[in-house]
C-alpha cells in the first residue's frame, strides 16, 4: 500500500507543477484535465497522511508494549494499537477504492432525458413522476436543475422531457439511473381499480466540453418555430423555439424553454454536442461492459433495472437485486441509498477488475 502510494505522490507532485505553469493554463482542455486530476489526488493524498500516521503510532506502540518498562505508557500505547488496528483496514479499504481510476465522465454536469414508454397517459404521468423525484434528489444535492425542451402529456405529465443539472460529480451519479423504469399502480384514470404497468425510460448524458467535441456549422441545420404548451397550443408569437439537425448523424436537439431564440440556440448546441459525445461514449462503455461483465452501468437504454411497485409500497433495483420498502421517500427524491449501492457494486466490479489485471 505505502509503495502505490509512495508513486501517487509523486504523480501528485509533478501536477502540482504542471497546472501553475504558463503553457498548460493557456491550453485549457489540458488545464481542466489536470485541474481535475489534482483534485482527486488530493483526496488520495488526505488520506495517505492519516494513513502514515496510524501506521507509526502502530509502530511506536508496538515498540512501547516490546519495552514494557513503564507500565502506565504501555496501557496508553495499548489503547494507541488497538485504535491503528481498527482504522487501518478501513483507510486501506478507502485507499483501495480511491486508487480504482476514476471515469474522467464522472465529473461533468449531466443532460437527463425522460420519455414515456409503453402505457399512454399514465406512462406520461409516471414520467412527471420521475422528473419530480430527480428534481427533488438534485435540490437535496444543491445541483441546479434547468428544463432545456418538454411535452407534456395528455393528462398531465410527459411525454418527453429533458433538463440540465450543473453541479460536483452529477454524471458520476445519475449515470446509475439510466434504463427503463417500470412502475405497478392503478392509474388515476382506471376506473375499474385494476393494476397497470407503465414505463419510462431514462437516458442520461455527460455534457461536453465545446473542447469536447467539435461541430461542423455547415453541418447543422437550424431550423426556428414558436414555443408550444399543453395541447400544442403557441406559447408565444415569436420563433423563439431551436431545433437542429446534425445532417451526418441525424441527431437533433432542440430548446424551447429560453424566451430568448440566442439562448435557445446556445443550450440546444450543449444538448446536440452532448449527444455526440455520448455516443461515442457508449461504444467505449459497451466495450468495458463486455470487458467486466457488469450489469450495472451497461449503457444498454432498453434494460429494464428498476421496478416501482406502489401497491407494496417496494422499489426493486433488478441489477443488484435491491428491494427497498420506502417506495413514497424514494418518489419524493431520497433516491441516495439505490444510488449508493448501485456505486458499491460498481467499485467492486472494478476493484476485481483490477485485481485480476494485477
Known amino acids: 500500500m505505502l509503495e502505490k502510494l509512495q508513486i501517487v505522490k509523486q504523480r501528485f507532485d509533478e501536477v502540482s507543477d504542471l497546472i501553475i505553469q504558463p503553457d498548460v493554463i493557456t491550453d485549457q482542455k489540458r488545464y481542466v484535465a489536470l485541474n481535475k486530476e489534482y483534485k482527486d489526488l488530493r483526496l488520495l493524498m488526505d488520506k495517505r497522511e492519516i494513513y502514515l500516521e496510524f501506521t507509526e503510532n502502530l509502530k511506536e506502540a508496538e515498540e512501547i508494549i516490546a519495552d514494557g518498562s513503564d507500565a502506565e505508557m504501555v496501557e496508553m500505547a495499548k489503547m494507541q494499537y488497538e485504535e491503528a488496528k481498527v482504522e487501518i483496514p478501513k483507510l486501506e479499504d478507502d485507499i483501495r477504492v480511491l486508487l480504482i481510476p476514476k471515469d474522467p465522465e464522472d465529473s461533468k454536469n449531466a443532460v437527463v432525458e425522460l420519455r414515456a414508454g409503453a402505457g399512454g397517459d399514465e406512462a406520461s404521468i409516471f414520467a412527471g413522476d420521475l422528473f419530480r423525484m430527480y428534481s427533488k434528489y438534485c435540490e437535496a444535492r444543491g445541483w441546479k436543475v434547468d428544463t432545456v425542451d418538454y411535452s407534456e402529456g395528455t393528462n398531465g405529465g410527459f411525454k418527453e422531457i429533458q433538463f440540465e443539472v450543473t453541479g460536483n460529480d452529477v454524471y458520476g451519479t445519475l449515470k446509475f439511473e439510466a434504463g427503463v423504469h417500470r412502475v405497478q399502480r392503478v392509474p388515476q384514470t382506471e376506473t375499474q381499480g385494476r393494476v397497470h404497468t407503465s414505463a419510462a425510460t431514462v437516458m442520461v448524458f455527460p455534457e461536453a466540453e465545446e473542447f469536447d467535441v467539435e461541430i461542423n456549422p455547415k453541418e447543422v441545420r437550424v ?136
Open 223 to 358: 431550423d426556428f418555430f414558436c414555443s408550444s404548451g399543453p395541447g400544442g397550443q403557441s406559447v408565444n408569437t415569436t420563433y423563439s423555439a431551436v431545433r437542429l439537425t446534425h445532417i451526418p448523424t441525424g441527431l437533433v436537439a432542440q430548446c424551447q424553454d429560453q424566451k430568448s431564440q440566442h439562448k435557445n440556440k446556445e443550450k440546444a448546441f450543449k444538448v446536440l454536442r452532448s449527444r455526440l459525445y455520448d455516443m461515442e461514449l457508449a461504444k467505449k462503455n459497451e466495450e468495458d461492459a463486455a470487458l467486466r461483465g457488469t450489469m450495472v452501468t451497461s449503457g444498454d437504454r432498453s434494460a429494464k433495472i428498476r421496478t416501482y411497485n406502489y401497491s407494496q409500497g417496494r422499489v426493486t433495483d433488478h441489477r443488484i437485486g435491491l428491494t427497498l420498502y420506502d417506495l413514497q421517500n424514494i418518489v419524493n427524491g431520497d433516491i441516495q441509498k439505490i444510488i449508493d449501492e448501485l456505486q458499491l457494486a460498481d467499485n467492486t466490479e472494478k476493484l476485481k477488475a483490477s485485481d485480476e489485471h494485477i
